[in-house]
T-cell receptor
Framework: GIQVEQSPPDLILQEGANSTLRCNFS?????LQWFHQNPWGQLINLFY???GTKQNGRLSATTVATERYSLLYISSSQTTDSGVYFC???????????FGGGTRVLVKP | SQTIHQWPATLVQPVGSPLSLECTVE??????LYWYRQAAGRGLQLLFY??????ISSEVPQNLSASRPQDRQFILSSKKLLLSDSGFYLC????????????FGPGTRLTVT
């Protein structure tokens, strides 16, 4: 199956700082999603981005499918950005969304 | 708009007891449905998926089973719980193709004692 690796595993930010989270995947993909898991466990959809670039407020994401990686940018971080960020990928012609190990983000006031 | 519900939100069950977790989706028809488990501090593992009523595929051999008695209802069951079944169980749905975006429910936190 496809391998999905995220880095860094942990990230501590001062409020207002910018950061980049990385997701590497081992095969061609038909689905690439970024999620934010809040302290209550809810998985919140951030981006559906098998290729290209998208922006939503202070967050943006870029997937370079030919080089098999995706990046999530957080700008002007806020304490509410704290939580775990997951990347998940679906191999082309596959049926299983595979999750990476996540990046745990802590934004300090 | 579509919404996904799961219950109960939390559950504490003794070893050897049965389990039934329910997931329902509103606002769509013929969705793909999924059950995932998340162990503490780790990523999600796909347990089962369903592309239609009565159609269940298992990804991981285990003590659990799934059923889909209605189009928008997905149930996770066990006849006898093990300590290792503890975890956070999430249900998800997508439109009728694996390539489409998946949306997750609020989850059920299960503790087996």
């Amino acid at each position: 199956g496809i391998q999905v690796e995220q880095s860094p595993p942990d990230l501590i930010l001062q409020e207002g700082a910018n950061s980049t989270l990385r997701c590497n995947f081992s095969d061609s993909v038909n689905n690439l999603q970024w999620f934010h898991q809040n302290p209550w466990g809810q998985l919140i959809n951030l981006f559906y981005i098998p290729s290209g670039t998208k922006q939503n407020g202070r967050l943006s994401a870029t997937t370079v499918a030919t080089e098999r990686y995706s990046l999530l940018y957080i700008s002007s971080s806020q304490t509410t950005d704290s939580g775990v960020y997951f990347c998940a990928a679906l191999k082309a012609a596959g049926n299983k969304l595979t999750f990476g190990g996540g990046t745990r983000v802590l934004v300090k006031p | 708009s579509q919404t996904i519900h799961q219950w109960p939100a939390t559950l504490v069950q003794p070893v050897g007891s049965p389990l039934s977790l329910e997931c329902t989706v509103e606002g769509t028809s013929n969705p793909n449905l999924y059950w995932y488990r998340q162990a503490a501090g780790r990523g999600l593992q796909l347990l089962f998926y369903s592309v239609g009523i009565g159609q269940i595929s298992s990804e991981v051999p285990q003590n659990l089973s799934a059923s889909r008695p209605q189009d928008r209802q997905f149930i996770l069951s066990s006849k006898k719980l093990l300590l290792s079944d503890s975890g956070f169980y999430l249900c998800a749905w997508s439109r009728g193709s694996f390539t489409y975006e998946q949306y997750f429910g609020p989850g059920t936190r299960l503790t087996v004692t």
